[in-house]
């Protein structure tokens, strides 16, 4: 099972700031993943969703895309429209 690194907690924190530093639903339980919490919690729209990604660093989103390759970032549960938001953004760099 994956462990959110220090990266991931600093990615999920630029891309929902709402969550104040939070990293999982209840203290002491993080998140598998970044993606997936901003997508179906926080943002409120595929745009929403694509602006929040497009607040990344080159580095942040190359590193999402290869978390993304490796199977350990999951973009296939995203809400609806959100995974397109994120290969738009990707497109873009």
Known sequence: M???TELDKKI???LAPELK?????VPGH???????PVSH????SPEDFGLRI???TDDELGY???????GEEDSRS????DYDALVEVMEKR
Request: hydrophobic share 45%; proline share 3%.
């Open 2 to 4: 994956r462990t959110l």
């Open 12 to 14: 999920l924190a630029k």
């Open 30 to 36: 993080d998140y598998k993943f970044i993606l997936l």
């Open 78 to 81: 995203l809400a609806e429209g």
């Open 54 to 56: 497009n607040r990344l």
């Open 64 to 70: 999402i895309a290869d978390m993304i390759l490796r």
């Open 21 to 25: 530093g939070s990293t999982g639903p």
């Open 41 to 44: 919690k926080i943002s409120e």
